[in-house]
């Protein structure tokens, strides 16, 4: 458990990672690092989620960093927060139209849900690909930016938005708990 919440760590901190690892690191050792870390994290997070296709995210990741490998490139390593927002996307948006959706496995594996939960959580599901896509055009409009802005907000800004969407998504969720009779959603 340990190993993946430090393994879970060394990926949020990705772009401070970035950062300050190409002033002293050569972007192909740089991704050979990181390549090795995401293969890690990858074995250890075998079968532990009820997501279909989840793991293409990280199989993604690990694509890209391979590639940043071979070709010494700290614009590839650059690119890792757009391929995240994008395969996430690819995900929630694939479980919309082969349901249930991702908020509805996640919502049901607390419990039963309602038929108006699961209409609530197909539309969270559709916010947070809404969020995927705007978050990775920025994230790929700042890797031509200078190394500050596409640290910024991809180490800083883009995860305040994701807890901001989180914290107004729960307060609308109580709400629509307050007016589900039946309250089986969490």
Do not use: H
């Not at 997501?51 to 990280?58: D, F, M, R, Y």
């Not at 395969?87 to 996640?106: C, G, N």
């Amino acid at each position: 458990m340990i190993k993946n919440i430090a393994l879970g760590l060394v990926f949020l901190l990705y772009p401070l990672i970035v950062f300050v690892g190409l002033k002293w690191f050569e972007p192909s050792m740089l991704a050979l690092i990181l390549v090795g870390l995401a293969l890690i994290r990858y074995y250890f997070s075998k079968n532990k989620t009820a997501i279909p296709l989840i793991k293409i995210v990280g199989i993604n990741a690990i694509l890209l960093l391979s590639f940043s490998v071979f070709a010494n490139s700290a614009f590839l390593l650059k690119l890792y927060p757009v391929v995240i927002s994008f395969s996430f996307f690819s995900v929630f948006l694939y479980s919309i139209f082969k349901p249930p959706s991702v908020i509805t496995l996640i919502a049901s594996a607390r419990g039963k849900i309602t038929e108006n939960a699961v209409l609530y959580t197909r539309k969270v599901t559709l916010v947070w690909c809404a969020f995927f896509i705007i978050n990775g055009l920025i994230a790929l409009w700042t890797v031509f930016q200078s190394d500050e802005y596409w640290a910024l907000y991809n180490g800083v800004i883009s995860y305040v938005l994701v807890g901001v969407l989180f914290a107004c998504e729960w307060l609308v969720r109580r709400k629509f708990k307050k007016n589900d009779q039946s309250n089986y959603i969490t």
